[in-house]
């Protein structure tokens, strides 16, 4: 173990270590963990897996909302007043340690009787005693040991959503069946004609009856339970005049049962039983191999699991109390505390505001609000509590009327039509045509054999193959891109995405970092003593610039300071014998020449006589030009920002010529804009990562959401991305463009089968045994065949 | 059993097989459908729902300190602190 990290959470602890039992802490927070796990017998935790843990960051009353009994009780799935159950999400589940730890919080506290995590949904569903400890107590300990749970407006109503398992019941049923009709139908694959003597044949001929008719029981389920999807896509597709790939399927499914049963019936033959149950097992294995769902991540996400649950009014007469956000009306008195969200739009009635929009508008830097501005839902108050009278009520605030648009209605992947849905049409139709100059041969040459002929076309051609290609190629390739950290909502975003033909991106947060801002130095140089003052004067202030620029500077000798101010809002003071320097804005440091800048600046003056000025440049994502440069060689680009024109020239002259830049765009300007592309006849992908995006990716072909942190919110999307891939963007493109064309070998392949298949049919000898081998057989080489070549593929990409 | 009295008169030999016959596969698929019905009840119950964290758990051994009387004290005192900072 590295010696400078810290015990607990395996952050560096600098150079002034908290030493404890012998270990090192970062901060007195992973030092409070550690105790309350060494007191309680819960070191285990750390055996598991070192440096587990996360700093604890509690804020005061930020959960003083829990003592409302209305919202706990909305927040809880079971309550009867001597039992609670609550099911929380909590991001920092990551591994054994988590699990056990939470699982043993009734060591932690008697009251709470058991505790249950969800891994792969990051949640622990905690059953407790309320008489001894309430909801906030168990929430406030859960945040003391590091595991802070996510509570969001989105929570507020949210009991127990039902899960729809029909599909694996559906699989299960077609499994049980094909495993007994195939059981069933051996006797008969080796009843061989010709031997009609000896003691087999007669054997065969007192049961078959008996086997055939169980065969049928099996089969049953399997048509109408099983398979009820493809018969139902496929009679809404007729109805609507679409020739999908599963109106051949179902096709395929009724003929082989109806021909199968009228065999038994008139004793002709055994029947497709086998093949029949096989086939629709097959295709739900394929269908539920698709449905790769990445439980921890949601692709639903309105502002509602941005916003709070609760947020504190002061009521007429002065007092604080909880309110649900729903619960505010127009004129409410509302107390914003540090850090906390502003709920609804409002004015700004006291204290200093220094509101961080990046996440609602895409502006980059904090913005500052006196009395009587007005504020905007959605924006993070950073420094001290404001109060506010609330204008509107949630959802009829500027951020959150976007959802009012239709784009959040209706979804765009219903009406895509897939490669495998258009190959369906032609198919269908070459089959059909197939079928009908094949019965019409036999009904002049044999006419005995032409039904037989007719319906045996029809089930060796069922697509079987075909529908498996698809989700096989694309729910490989969802696993390998999710192991890649790019999760796809579903395999369709990738066969959208292999469409794409304009790109266009948001700035902030998406192409830029939000942690680090790179500044530069214009003005006079500072002589070693101003250089070793200003870093001094800076270490004493916590403001977000003097950190940020405090890290850039080189290291100099700590000195104290003779005098120190801050004044909040404009800038800070420091002396040192007989020198003083003001860092700042620029009316502080009585700057009253040189040109006004967009970006932000920190001014600095030392001894009165100004000196120079930092500015802040947007800093942007390792690879994002390079990237900017390969895309546009096959795409069109754009950058939509809702941010001022500071960085305008600069990216002008890092982004490939001609690459259009609009900036202050609203939420709606970007929708609009995204449409307006694609009445064009544009295929478009949108990368964003804020709220104000959300309409523009909701409208765009592609919607990807680029996240910090993909465990905290995104706004609804096809796909999110962990923004340390950004610089591979293009190469998950091109993969999925190799994708598409993995289906296509693979249509070909299944294609091949098709063509021996209908060489026994149309002479008329096929016989079950050649149906039941041939069908397993082209499904099975052509899962091979895709899981492979998306396996190579994805060995490729970085 | 149910019979075929005709087969049981002509071949007098083979009845018993085919009594095994009929019960071995009344017994196939009653097991067969026990072990749906036990696999459909317990998808309903979620069992098949979080597929990894059972994994975890499983390795866990009981690796908890026993509580002494000296440290309970402790841990009340420990937490009362910590409640309040």
């Given at each position: 173990m590295n010696t400078n990290e810290c015990y607990h959470c395996g952050d560096d602890c600098g150079t002034s270590p908290i030493y404890h039992d012998e270990k090192h802490f970062c901060c007195n927070g992973c030092k409070t963990v550690y105790e309350i796990f060494s007191n309680n017998g819960l070191l285990y935790y750390y055996d598991l897996q070192?440096?587990?843990?996360a700093t604890p960051k509690t804020v005061e009353g930020k959960y003083d909302f829990l003592d409302s009994t209305a919202i706990v009780e909305k927040l809880t799935e079971f309550n009867d007043g001597n039992l609670q159950v609550v099911n929380l999400y909590i991001p920092h589940i990551h591994c054994s340690s988590c699990i056990w730890v939470l699982e043993n919080l009734n060591k932690l506290n008697p009251s709470i009787s058991s505790s249950l995590v969800d891994f792969p949904k990051k949640t622990v569903r905690i059953l407790y005693k309320p008489e001894s400890v309430s909801l906030k107590n168990l929430i406030t300990l859960l945040a003391r040991i590091g595991y802070e749970p996510y509570i969001s407006l989105?929570?507020?109503?949210?009991k127990k959503k039902p899960v729809n398992r029909s599909l694996i019941y559906k699989l299960g049923v077609a499994g049980f069946a094909f495993g007994n009709v195939m059981f069933l139908s051996f006797p008969e694959y080796f009843d061989l004609p010709g031997i009609k003597t000896g003691a087999s044949d007669y054997w065969l001929e007192q049961y078959k009856e008996l086997f055939r008719w169980l065969m049928f029981a099996f089969s049953v389920p399997v048509v109408y339970y099983s398979g009820q999807d493809y018969l139902i896509s496929a009679y809404k597709g007729l109805r609507s005049r679409i020739l999908n790939i599963d109106v051949p399927i179902a096709i395929g499914i009724l003929v082989l049962f109806i021909r199968s049963t009228l065999e038994i019936i008139f004793d002709w033959g055994s029947g497709f039983f086998d093949s029949l149950t096989g086939l629709v097992f097959f295709l739900l294995l394929g269908k539920f191999f698709q449905q790769k769902t990445y439980s921890f991540l949601s692709f639903e996400r309105d502002y509602k699991s941005y916003f709070p649950i609760a947020v504190t009014r002061i009521s007429p007469n002065g007092k604080e109390e909880v309110a649900q956000v729903y619960d505010i009306k127009q004129g409410d008195r509302l107390l914003i505390r540090n850090q906390e969200l502003i709920p609804v739009d409002g004015i700004l009635i006291n204290g200093n505001a220094r509101i961080d929009y990046s996440f609602v508008t895409g502006e980059s830097e904090p913005v500052y609000k006196v009395s009587g501005d007005k504020i905007f839902a959605g924006g993070k108050q950073l420094t001290g509590a404001i109060e506010m009278d609330a204008l509107k009520s949630v959802s009829q605030s500027y951020l959150t009327q976007l959802w009012g648009n239709t784009v959040f209605q209706n979804n765009p992947s219903d009406t895509f039509q897939t490669l495998t849905d258009s190959i369906g049409k032609r198919f269908t139709v070459s089959v059909l045509a197939i079928a009908f100059v094949a019965t019409v041969f036999w009904l002049f040459y044999d006419s005995a054999k032409a039904l037989n002929v007719f319906t045996a076309v029809l089930i060796i051609a069922c697509p079987c193959a075909i529908a498996l290609a698809s989700p096989f190629t694309l729910g490989n390739m969802l696993r390998i891109f999710g192991r890649r950290k790019f999760y796809l909502k579903d395999t369709r975003a990738i066969e959208r995405l292999a469409q794409v033909d304009t790109a266009i991106f948001d700035k902030t947060g998406t192409i830029t970092t939000v942690q680090k801002s790179a500044a530069s130095y214009e003005g006079m140089p500072l002589t070693p003593a101003e250089e070793s003052l200003l870093k001094n004067t800076l270490r004493a202030s916590n403001h977000p610039l003097s950190r940020t620029l405090y890290d850039m500077l080189s290291e100099q000798n700590i000195i104290t300071l003779d005098e120190y101010e801050e004044h909040l809002g404009k800038g800070i003071k420091g002396s040192k014998d007989n020198s003083h320097i003001k860092i700042g804005s620029a009316d502080f440091v009585e700057n009253h020449q040189g040109s006004k800048t967009l970006n932000t600046s920190v001014h600095i003056s030392s001894n009165d006589a100004y000196k120079g000025k930092y500015v802040f440049h947007n800093q942007y994502r390792e690879g994002v030009f390079e990237l900017f440069k390969t895309m546009s060689e096959t795409l069109g680009l754009a950058i939509l920002s809702g941010d001022n024109e500071g960085e305008k020239s600069r990216l002008e002259k890092l982004l490939p010529k001609l690459t259009p830049l609009f900036f202050n765009q609203t939420p709606e300007n970007k929708l609009e804009f995204i449409k307006s592309l694609q009445d064009q006849g544009k295929k478009v992908l949108m990368v964003g990562d804020g709220l104000n995006d959300a309409g523009a990716l909701a409208q765009s072909d592609v919607g990807i959401a680029i996240s910090e942190n993909v465990n905290v919110f995104s706004p609804a999307c096809d796909g999110i991305m962990d923004?340390?891939?950004?610089?591979q963007l293009y190469q998950y493109i091109v993969a999925s463009k190799k994708a598409m064309k993995i289906i296509k070998m693979s249509f070909i392949l299944s294609l091949l089968y098709n063509v021996v298949g209908l060489y026994f049919a149309v002479t008329g000898q096929l016989q079950p045994v050649i149906a039941a081998i041939l069908m397993p057989l082209s499904s099975i080489s052509v899962v091979v065949f895709a899981t492979l070549m998306t396996n190579l593929l994805g060995r490729k990409l970085q | 059993m149910q019979n075929n009295g005709k087969v049981v008169l002509h071949i007098n030999f083979r009845s018993g097989a085919m009594n095994v016959i009929y019960m071995l596969l009344a017994i196939s698929i009653i097991v067969a459908i026990i072990f749906f019905t036990a696999f459909i009840v317990s998808v309903k119950n979620g069992q098949y729902d979080d597929a990894y964290t059972p994994s975890v758990r499983?390795?866990?051994?009981?690796?908890l300190v026993k509580d002494d009387s000296s440290k309970k004290e402790n841990k009340q005192n420990q937490l009362n602190k910590s409640q309040k900072v």
């Amino acid at each position: 173990m590295n010696t400078n990290e810290c015990y607990h959470c395996g952050d560096d602890c600098g150079t002034s270590p908290i030493y404890h039992d012998e270990k090192h802490f970062c901060c007195n927070g992973c030092k409070t963990v550690y105790e309350i796990f060494s007191n309680n017998g819960l070191l285990y935790y750390y055996d598991l897996q070192s440096n587990a843990g996360a700093t604890p960051k509690t804020v005061e009353g930020k959960y003083d909302f829990l003592d409302s009994t209305a919202i706990v009780e909305k927040l809880t799935e079971f309550n009867d007043g001597n039992l609670q159950v609550v099911n929380l999400y909590i991001p920092h589940i990551h591994c054994s340690s988590c699990i056990w730890v939470l699982e043993n919080l009734n060591k932690l506290n008697p009251s709470i009787s058991s505790s249950l995590v969800d891994f792969p949904k990051k949640t622990v569903r905690i059953l407790y005693k309320p008489e001894s400890v309430s909801l906030k107590n168990l929430i406030t300990l859960l945040a003391r040991i590091g595991y802070e749970p996510y509570i969001s407006l989105d929570d507020f109503d949210n009991k127990k959503k039902p899960v729809n398992r029909s599909l694996i019941y559906k699989l299960g049923v077609a499994g049980f069946a094909f495993g007994n009709v195939m059981f069933l139908s051996f006797p008969e694959y080796f009843d061989l004609p010709g031997i009609k003597t000896g003691a087999s044949d007669y054997w065969l001929e007192q049961y078959k009856e008996l086997f055939r008719w169980l065969m049928f029981a099996f089969s049953v389920p399997v048509v109408y339970y099983s398979g009820q999807d493809y018969l139902i896509s496929a009679y809404k597709g007729l109805r609507s005049r679409i020739l999908n790939i599963d109106v051949p399927i179902a096709i395929g499914i009724l003929v082989l049962f109806i021909r199968s049963t009228l065999e038994i019936i008139f004793d002709w033959g055994s029947g497709f039983f086998d093949s029949l149950t096989g086939l629709v097992f097959f295709l739900l294995l394929g269908k539920f191999f698709q449905q790769k769902t990445y439980s921890f991540l949601s692709f639903e996400r309105d502002y509602k699991s941005y916003f709070p649950i609760a947020v504190t009014r002061i009521s007429p007469n002065g007092k604080e109390e909880v309110a649900q956000v729903y619960d505010i009306k127009q004129g409410d008195r509302l107390l914003i505390r540090n850090q906390e969200l502003i709920p609804v739009d409002g004015i700004l009635i006291n204290g200093n505001a220094r509101i961080d929009y990046s996440f609602v508008t895409g502006e980059s830097e904090p913005v500052y609000k006196v009395s009587g501005d007005k504020i905007f839902a959605g924006g993070k108050q950073l420094t001290g509590a404001i109060e506010m009278d609330a204008l509107k009520s949630v959802s009829q605030s500027y951020l959150t009327q976007l959802w009012g648009n239709t784009v959040f209605q209706n979804n765009p992947s219903d009406t895509f039509q897939t490669l495998t849905d258009s190959i369906g049409k032609r198919f269908t139709v070459s089959v059909l045509a197939i079928a009908f100059v094949a019965t019409v041969f036999w009904l002049f040459y044999d006419s005995a054999k032409a039904l037989n002929v007719f319906t045996a076309v029809l089930i060796i051609a069922c697509p079987c193959a075909i529908a498996l290609a698809s989700p096989f190629t694309l729910g490989n390739m969802l696993r390998i891109f999710g192991r890649r950290k790019f999760y796809l909502k579903d395999t369709r975003a990738i066969e959208r995405l292999a469409q794409v033909d304009t790109a266009i991106f948001d700035k902030t947060g998406t192409i830029t970092t939000v942690q680090k801002s790179a500044a530069s130095y214009e003005g006079m140089p500072l002589t070693p003593a101003e250089e070793s003052l200003l870093k001094n004067t800076l270490r004493a202030s916590n403001h977000p610039l003097s950190r940020t620029l405090y890290d850039m500077l080189s290291e100099q000798n700590i000195i104290t300071l003779d005098e120190y101010e801050e004044h909040l809002g404009k800038g800070i003071k420091g002396s040192k014998d007989n020198s003083h320097i003001k860092i700042g804005s620029a009316d502080f440091v009585e700057n009253h020449q040189g040109s006004k800048t967009l970006n932000t600046s920190v001014h600095i003056s030392s001894n009165d006589a100004y000196k120079g000025k930092y500015v802040f440049h947007n800093q942007y994502r390792e690879g994002v030009f390079e990237l900017f440069k390969t895309m546009s060689e096959t795409l069109g680009l754009a950058i939509l920002s809702g941010d001022n024109e500071g960085e305008k020239s600069r990216l002008e002259k890092l982004l490939p010529k001609l690459t259009p830049l609009f900036f202050n765009q609203t939420p709606e300007n970007k929708l609009e804009f995204i449409k307006s592309l694609q009445d064009q006849g544009k295929k478009v992908l949108m990368v964003g990562d804020g709220l104000n995006d959300a309409g523009a990716l909701a409208q765009s072909d592609v919607g990807i959401a680029i996240s910090e942190n993909v465990n905290v919110f995104s706004p609804a999307c096809d796909g999110i991305m962990d923004a340390s891939k950004f610089q591979q963007l293009y190469q998950y493109i091109v993969a999925s463009k190799k994708a598409m064309k993995i289906i296509k070998m693979s249509f070909i392949l299944s294609l091949l089968y098709n063509v021996v298949g209908l060489y026994f049919a149309v002479t008329g000898q096929l016989q079950p045994v050649i149906a039941a081998i041939l069908m397993p057989l082209s499904s099975i080489s052509v899962v091979v065949f895709a899981t492979l070549m998306t396996n190579l593929l994805g060995r490729k990409l970085q | 059993m149910q019979n075929n009295g005709k087969v049981v008169l002509h071949i007098n030999f083979r009845s018993g097989a085919m009594n095994v016959i009929y019960m071995l596969l009344a017994i196939s698929i009653i097991v067969a459908i026990i072990f749906f019905t036990a696999f459909i009840v317990s998808v309903k119950n979620g069992q098949y729902d979080d597929a990894y964290t059972p994994s975890v758990r499983m390795l866990f051994e009981d690796e908890l300190v026993k509580d002494d009387s000296s440290k309970k004290e402790n841990k009340q005192n420990q937490l009362n602190k910590s409640q309040k900072v």
